[in-house]
């Protein structure tokens, strides 16, 4: 919880307008007005939810409830400010809980404990929204208020996504906008998460879009909002531009958006200024964009799709993931990160992989990158029985893809027959030295730092195991 800074929430915003939440969360209330605000969750969260909400007097009943209460959601009174023992318990147990201070009409402003936030009290409605939130901090990189949560990261050494990540972290204070590529399932969201909440504008909104979700017709009115009275029973809505005021709007599948609407947001990028649906009034923004697509902009310009005006602005720094078959030496990195996720999830024992899965994990194409193998890292760990992920676990098209390959030499890529020529050579050159790289190096004819790049590329730790006893290890190539 270290370095994070106390927010206020702003008054706008939005109240739980959505469909009920499916799942059962916890809440913890501790203070002096506890049984007030109680009684006012009842009358605020959605009907059919009902969540467990604990009441705590203060720190020194909560720290006799053993076990530790866990809960995703912890609301405390301003009088606890002053509460050493329940202060001490939220440092002790920082489990990435989000903590709420419920501020009076009199009190500061300031939380008493770093990463806390800090929500008037007139505007408890917004707590069902915080809480879809922190339910989603646990699968998600993004914290509530502007903390980049270790939860879910990116994962892996690989020389293509560490650029990447470099180049992230270069440009993240600057203003320019960046456009993100790569194809589907390979984490855009997650880069753009990292660029936004390692900036400075880390304590103002990162509001998320994904344009080809939003039907055509709504879209303009969900960016740029709508006016009073424009239709009957229509109420005043602030869009996504005016809610990431002074933060950042991600504009996810933009390559799916209109051309009248892309003409609309390119005016926005030149004069940071626009009106609402049916309004009159110029609202001016500070907001950084970051777009992402999964598509070639370049060939969409070309069939008069895209505008090349609107690329140009937004493409001023271009930030391309790798594919995951273009990364593999990081697949066991990520597919131990998954299954620790999973397993805690779901309350099971931590589980590991048979070389056996591990290969078959490594030599599948991954069509769907990474989302794909989180998918299916998600069904062996739900489904898999014992405390080993064995090939049965996969699913079944990983199975089938990886055994035709395998029957069939023309169908395998002429890049995976030189990556197996490759491993072998290496694999032999090291079993014939001990497996000392510096020796392999030399009897290869290649330098240490490419036998070093080699070794991680192969995961060739994995082969170690079948070296005669006595021989020492090679340089640990653990993606972590």
Not at 49 to 73: H, I, K, N, Q
Not at 124 to 131: I, K
Not at 200 to 226: H, M, S, Y
């Amino acid at each position: 919880m270290q370095g994070r800074s106390p927010v206020v929430l702003h008054p706008s915003l939005p109240r739980n307008d959505g469909p009920p939440m499916r799942k059962r969360h916890e809440i913890l209330v501790c203070g002096e007005r506890r049984a007030e605000i109680t009684t006012r969750l009842r009358e605020i969260l959605p009907e059919g939810t009902t969540p467990s909400v604990l009441s705590v007097a203060d720190g020194a009943d909560l720290c006799a409830r053993t076990p530790a209460p866990e809960p995703d959601l912890i609301l405390a009174s301003s009088d606890r400010a002053r509460d050493r023992s329940f202060l001490d318990w939220l440092r002790d147990h920082d489990r990435d809980h989000t903590i709420v201070w419920i501020r009076a009409s009199d009190s500061p402003d300031e939380a008493p404990l770093e990463g806390a936030l800090v929500l008037p009290e007139q505007e408890l409605h917004a707590v069902p929204y915080l809480l879809k939130l922190a339910r989603r901090r646990t699968r998600d990189n993004v914290g509530v208020a502007g903390a980049y949560t270790p939860r879910r990261r990116i994962v892996g050494r690989s020389e293509g996504i560490l650029e990447v990540q470099t180049y992230a972290r270069k440009v993240c204070n600057a203003q320019s906008s960046v456009l993100v590529t790569g194809e589907s399932g390979t984490g855009k969201e997650l880069i753009a998460s990292l660029i936004h909440y390692e900036s400075d504008r880390r304590n103002e909104p990162f509001v998320k879009v994904n344009c080809a979700a939003i039907p055509e017709t709504l879209l303009e009115a969900e960016l740029f909002g709508i006016e009073k009275n424009i239709a009957t029973n229509v109420d005043r809505r602030i869009g996504k531009f005016e809610q990431a005021q002074r933060g950042t709007i991600f504009l996810d599948e933009i390559g799916d958006m209109s051309l009248m609407t892309q003409a609309k947001v390119l005016r926005v990028l030149q004069e940071r200024e626009f009106e609402r649906v049916g309004g009159t009034e110029s609202i001016h923004i500070r907001t950084r964009v970051i777009a992402a697509t999964n598509k070639d902009l370049r060939a969409e310009m070309k069939r008069s799709a895209f505008r090349s005006d609107l690329f140009y602005r937004l493409n001023v720094i271009n930030l391309q993931i790798p594919a995951l078959r273009d990364r593999r030496e990081d697949i066991p990195a990520l597919t131990e990160y998954f299954i620790g996720v999973f397993c805690e999830e779901n309350g099971v024992k931590p589980r590991t992989v048979s070389p056996e899965t591990m290969e078959v994990l490594i030599d599948y194409e991954w069509p769907g990158n990474v989302r794909e193998l989180e998918n299916a890292i998600e069904r062996a760990v739900v489904l898999g029985d014992g405390d080993t992920i064995s090939t049965e676990d996969l699913p079944p098209a990983i199975l089938g893809a990886v055994q035709q390959d395998a029957e069939g030499v023309d169908a395998r890529t002429f890049q995976s027959r030189v990556s197996d020529f490759e491993r072998s050579l290496l694999i032999d050159a090291l079993n014939r030295s001990d497996w000392v790289q510096a020796h392999a190096a030399r009897r290869l004819g290649i330098s240490e730092r490419s036998m070093w790049h080699f070794y991680k590329k192969y995961r060739l730790d994995r082969f170690v195991k079948n070296r005669r006893p006595g021989r020492k290890r090679g340089r640990s190539a653990r993606a972590l």
